[in-house]
């Protein structure tokens, strides 16, 4: 996707703030602020650019947070941060007053789907064609998507609480925008956007439980296809365009790679703390084990895959529910990465649980794995502990029950269309 710049970043509804008359009281001491925008130069209509370039950052701003407690709560990796509100994400028993919860999972996340909301509601151009269109109605897709798939329910814009049956709804219904008005923009941008669509509305099919149309959409992907969202170095805003898995890995050393994912699999690369490669960061808390720094993002400016044929093609092979078709690919995907053909058993159950092993590997910390934990757990139960089992770090509770995020109480408590404490 197109690198967003500062200005554009920085840029979003949610900045277009007014200068206040109060305060040019005395010319004197009237001071531009080149930070700040009136609210009343600003036209929507000319500015939807612009402001489709920001909804699209909110959600490349936030996704790699997203990832790494995703990561933490499907055992992808283990918590090496000392913050307990972190560490109920690890031993999964999130209480709505987390405030890592709400203010760096639900926050950003909501931001994200509602800025790309505010330019849908412009009355842009040409708005079957227009290149903002597509990328707004993408980006609000994708917001959306991650919302059914992480949480148990849902709320748009201080909406009422929906169910993960409607937020995938919503997300297929604007993936449908998407890939429609991209195909008719036709530009190479639009075009990748359509694409990247075409793979969303099949996942969040496949999520839905409707196979065929999970299929369908897969097989519309062309072969080859690769939408990679870019970040970037800047050493003033790393907050705001830096790959956050990289930061959470090297600057703070929270994540560590889980023990079932360290099998010298190419697709989960990890320095090691005390050996060769060595790690470069210290955990920030103990970890029994070992510190395992990933490397598969390993600069602030390592792009994380948006998309791709690959993923359309596991979809697809899932969606089959054909053993055959799924060893197919099982073996094409070990075959690609040096590793040894599967010799196990080739039961329908059995072969889905590999599928899903070599998809584990394959998407390492992308931010897909609570969706397949929803939607197959026994496919993945041999990954991840049980509920009531130890935690891996000693002196907290064993691993709770929870299989998806609770709605922070903070959203409970200040939307007007939910009963407080419901």
């Known amino acids: 996707m197109k690198k967003i710049t500062r200005a554009v970043a920085r840029t979003t509804a949610g900045t277009l703030l007014a200068v206040g008359a109060a305060a040019c009281g005395d010319k004197f001491v009237t001071v531009t602020n080149p930070d700040l925008i009136d609210a009343g130069t600003v036209d929507p209509t000319a500015s939807g650019a612009m402001l489709a370039a920001s909804a699209q950052q909110n959600y490349v701003d936030m996704i790699g947070t997203l990832a790494m407690y995703g990561g933490w709560f499907s055992e992808e990796a283990n918590v090496a941060d000392t913050f307990p509100t972190r560490n109920e994400f690890g031993f999964r028993n999130i209480t709505d007053l987390n405030t890592s919860l709400n203010g760096e999972v639900w926050a950003p996340l909501s931001r994200a789907v509602a800025s790309a909301k505010l330019v849908l509601d412009l ?34 814009s201080s909406g009422p609480e929906l169910t993960t049956a409607q937020m995938l ?6 993936f449908d925008r998407a890939n429609t008005v991209g195909r008719a923009n036709a530009s190479t941008e639009a075009v990748e956007l359509a694409n990247a669509s075409l793979v969303g509305r099949a996942r969040a099919k496949l999520q839905k439980g409707d196979n065929a149309g999970a299929a369908a959409d897969a097989a519309l992907v062309p072969a080859g296809f690769v939408s990679n969202m870019r970040y970037t ?10 790959n956050d ?22 697709r989960v690369t990890y320095n090691i703390a005390g050996g060769t490669p060595p790690a470069t960061a210290v955990a920030q808390d103990a970890v029994p084990g070992g510190f395992h720094q990933q490397t598969k993002f390993p600069t602030f400016a390592a792009s994380i895959r948006l998309a791709s044929k690959l993923e359309a093609d596991y979809i697809a092979a899932e969606a089959s529910a054909n053993p055959t078709t799924q060893l197919a690919l099982i073996a094409a995907r070990r075959s690609a990465n040096g590793r040894p053909a599967y010799s196990g058993p080739t039961d329908a159950v059995s072969v889905k649980t590999e599928l899903f092993n070599q998809r584990a590997l394959e998407f390492f ?12 757990p ?19 509770q064993n691993v709770g029950t929870n299989t998806c995020y609770p709605l922070p109480f903070a959203e409970r408590d200040n939307n007007p269309n939910m009963k407080k404490g419901s």
């Open 365 to 376: 910390l992308e931010g897909k794995r609570v969706a397949d934990m929803r939607r197959s």
């Open 378 to 396: 026994a496919s993945v139960a041999g990954t991840v502990t049980a509920a009531g089992q130890p935690y891996f770090k000693p002196g907290y």
């Open 245 to 266: 898995l990289w930061s959470f890995s090297f600057t703070r050393g929270s994540i560590s790679v889980a023990p079932w994912f360290r099998q010298g699999d190419p």
């Open 123 to 156: 009355d842009l151009p040409d708005k079957d064609r227009n290149i903002s269109v597509a990328r707004a109605a993408t980006f609000r897709g994708f917001s959306i998507l991650q919302m059914a798939s992480d949480f148990c329910t849902g709320s748009f």
């Open 169 to 174: 709804d919503s997300a297929i219904f604007w």
């Open 233 to 242: 170095d800047d050493a003033g805003n790393r907050g705001r365009l830096s």
